[in-house]
């Protein structure tokens, strides 16, 4: 999936557990920034955002 269609879906969708795991995704996969340091300024732990990782990779969107 292209980055302009995940943020697209990032701005409107409105559940902010799932907005906050695009975010994620977003960030750790077009913007390459690493997951320790996403995870850490969005004040969630590595292991939250290892596991919403794996999922977007096992599942894409369905994961998240």
Known sequence: MKSTN???LYRNESDV???ERLLLIVRIFFDKEQIESVAKEMHRSR???YKWYKRYNDDGLDGL
Do not use: D, F, G, Q
Request: without cysteine; hydrophobic residues 55%.
């Open 47 to 49: 292991a939250w955002a």
């Open 17 to 19: 557990r799932v907005k």
């Open 6 to 8: 995940l943020e697209n």
